[in-house]
C-alpha cells in the first residue's frame, strides 16, 4: 500500500515537471518569435537561387545530375576496410 502511494506521488511530480518543460519552452519559443528568430533548418537555397532554377527549368534547361548516393549496397559501410593488427585481434582467433 505504501509503494503505491510513493508511486502515485513520484507519478504526480513527474507530471508536474513535465508541464514546466513545456510552459518554459513555449515561453522562450515565443519570446525567440517575438525577437525575430525563427526556428529550424535553414534553406538550402536563397530565394533568387529558387527563382534562377525555375526560370531555367522552364526554358527547357535540363536538371543536372544528382551526385551519387553515399549509401552502399546491403547496409555496408562506404569507409575502406581497415584490417585489424595481430594484437587486436579476439581470443578465439576471429578478425
Same mark, same amino acid.
Given at each position: 500500500m505504501c509503494?503505491?502511494?510513493?508511486f502515485t506521488v513520484?507519478?504526480?511530480?513527474?507530471?508536474?515537471?513535465?508541464?514546466q518543460?513545456?510552459k518554459g519552452?513555449?515561453? &522562450? =519559443?515565443?519570446?525567440?518569435?517575438?525577437r525575430?528568430?525563427?526556428?529550424?533548418?535553414?534553406?538550402?537555397l536563397?530565394?533568387?537561387?529558387?527563382?534562377?532554377?525555375?526560370? =531555367? =527549368?522552364s526554358?527547357?534547361q535540363p536538371?543536372?545530375?544528382?551526385p551519387? @548516393?553515399?549509401? @552502399?549496397? %546491403? &547496409?555496408?559501410?562506404?569507409?575502406? @576496410?581497415?584490417?585489424?593488427?595481430?594484437d %587486436?585481434?579476439r581470443?578465439? &582467433?576471429?578478425?
Amino acid at each position: 500500500m505504501c509503494g503505491e502511494l510513493i508511486f502515485t506521488v513520484f507519478a504526480a511530480i513527474a507530471k508536474f515537471q513535465r508541464q514546466q518543460i513545456i510552459k518554459g519552452t513555449r515561453e &522562450g =519559443l515565443d519570446a525567440a518569435r517575438a525577437r525575430g528568430r525563427i526556428g529550424g533548418r535553414p534553406r538550402a537555397l536563397a530565394p533568387e537561387q529558387i527563382t534562377d532554377a525555375r526560370i =531555367l =527549368l522552364s526554358a527547357g534547361q535540363p536538371e543536372p545530375p544528382s551526385p551519387p @548516393s553515399c549509401a @552502399s549496397p %546491403a &547496409g555496408h559501410s562506404a569507409a575502406p @576496410s581497415t584490417p585489424r593488427p595481430a594484437d %587486436a585481434r579476439r581470443p578465439d &582467433g576471429d578478425a
